[in-house]
């Protein structure tokens, strides 16, 4: 499924889907209606691996207070076009009003996610035909009659979201499915529906699960005291059910703990799929100092993508001084985090091709001039150390050039050899001279 602009391989993997809140009454507690903040913390789940996220402005909680389309955009949209300068990957909408994702697509939305699988609001199913773009429709069993079997309840319910998107001419190879855990079932049902979530890959689509910190777990984990535990302490309740819904065979996990959600997937993944994985997180150095230098550098991520590797993270554009040969124009230097199923010899070999078609002098003193350079800083799990290929870069540690932008993208990366990271690495240079010359949001890839 193609997924604002990246191409999602169902099976190869689980992908990590990061919940940003933009509400004063989210269920977690970490609702966040400032613009920067909810910027920053997409940011930093990105870093730390989500593939996707999701922002909703209106609770879905039990006994959550409704809002209108207005209110709900109002929340929603400066938050959504932070999200959208802050990062590369695709964004969904939670949302079950047809106005508010109309206008959520029109500010960059990527895909809609809705609670109420297009039973809600009749214009909902039209507005993502015409669209065509992809969405997650969930089962939603509040206020609905209990037949006694929870998983002949959630087929019945999806399958009437599906027939809805089909009489309205939305193409059925966009969709993905919830069941809706926490959704107007009892917790006892709610585990019923984890231990039996196999059974829902007979509807032939993609399944997204979101256990995280909902209240089941703090029912199983109550206290002798007879407290639920509370949202806070749901970390390890919601890995045991993220670990057990992927071996179910759940496509995307939607979470609030990203980091440790990631390694929680990947060892999982490591398991019940294939290791190592075929696709792998990769970071990128690029720079030059010669022509259009802001348009090289937009030129090559624009390559970049082409050959497949999925941008997920680019840095601001900073402006640095000479390295080497100091007689020479200023450079611009930025970062990239991103996944490739591209073997490193691959990566390099394209990295090159993109230089070369940028009109770089290969037979140039070493240091000199160059309208674009692109490097290989480290990748996820491979370290080789070979003459014209050693990863981690060899001289990224004593490079403020490279150490600047990469801290943009990946602050908590930790050199393999080295063992700190990249902010600790950041400590031991001169970032002097160093100027940003344009914030994030600068480069967006091109729509699918």
Not at 2 to 13: K, L, M, N, P, S
Not at 93 to 121: I, P, Q, W, Y
Not at 422 to 439: C, N, R
């Amino acid at each position: 499924m193609r997924i604002g602009g990246r191409t999602f391989a169902w099976g190869t993997r689980t992908f990590v889907m990061g919940i940003v809140n933009a509400t004063p009454d989210s269920f977690s507690g970490d609702g966040v209606l400032d613009a920067t903040r909810a910027a920053e913390q997409a940011r930093a789940m990105v870093a730390a691996g989500a593939d996707l996220i999701d922002v909703g402005a209106e609770s879905t909680k039990p006994g959550h207070i409704s809002v209108d389309a207005d209110g709900e955009w109002a929340r929603l949209a400066p938050v959504l076009r932070a999200l959208r300068a802050a990062v590369s990957v695709p964004i969904t909408v939670d949302t079950s009003k047809a106005a508010v994702a109309e206008r959520a697509f029109e500010a960059g939305a990527d895909a809609l996610n809705d609670v109420n699988g297009l039973r809600s609001d009749t214009a909902m199913a039209g507005l993502l035909a015409r669209s065509r773009l992809p969405a997650v429709l969930m089962h939603n069993q509040r206020e609905r009659a209990f037949s006694g079997d929870v998983i002949a309840d959630i087929r019945a319910g999806l399958e009437a979201s599906i027939a809805i998107a089909r009489a309205a001419g939305v193409d059925l190879e966009r969709l993905a499915l919830d069941p809706g855990f926490g959704f107007g079932w009892q917790p006892a049902q709610n585990l019923e529906m984890l231990r039996r979530l196999g059974e829902l890959r007979a509807l032939g689509r993609p399944l997204l699960v979101g256990t995280s910190r909902k209240s089941t777990i703090g029912v199983v984990l109550r206290s002798s005291a007879g407290g639920d535990r509370p949202e806070g302490e749901r970390l390890w309740g919601t890995a045991a059910s993220v670990t057990l819904a992927i071996e179910a065979g759940a496509d995307i996990v939607r979470v609030h703990d990203v980091a440790t959600m990631t390694d929680v997937v990947r060892i999982s993944d490591a398991v019940v799929r294939s290791w190592p994985a075929s696709e792998r997180r990769v970071w990128l150095a690029l720079g030059g100092n010669l022509g259009d230098r802001v348009g090289n550098l937009r030129a090559a991520l624009d390559a970049l993508v082409r050959a497949g590797v999925a941008i997920e993270l680019v840095s601001r554009v900073y402006e640095t001084p000479p390295w080497g040969v100091t007689e020479q124009p200023r450079f611009v230097n930025i970062a990239v985090a991103g996944r490739s199923s591209l073997s490193a010899r691959e990566l390099l070999v394209l990295a090159k091709r993109i230089e070369a078609e940028a009109g770089r002098n290969f037979g140039a003193v070493r240091n000199s001039a160059r309208p674009i350079d692109v490097d290989i800083i480290a990748i996820e799990g491979e370290t080789i150390d070979e003459a014209d290929l050693i990863v981690p870069h060899a001289a990224m540690p004593e490079r403020a050039f490279v150490l600047v932008p990469l801290a943009d993208v990946a602050p908590h990366w930790r050199h393999p050899a080295l063992r700190r990271t990249t902010s600790e690495l950041l400590t031991d240079v001169d970032a002097s001279g160093i100027d940003v010359i344009e914030d994030f949001g600068w480069w967006q890839p091109a729509p699918s």
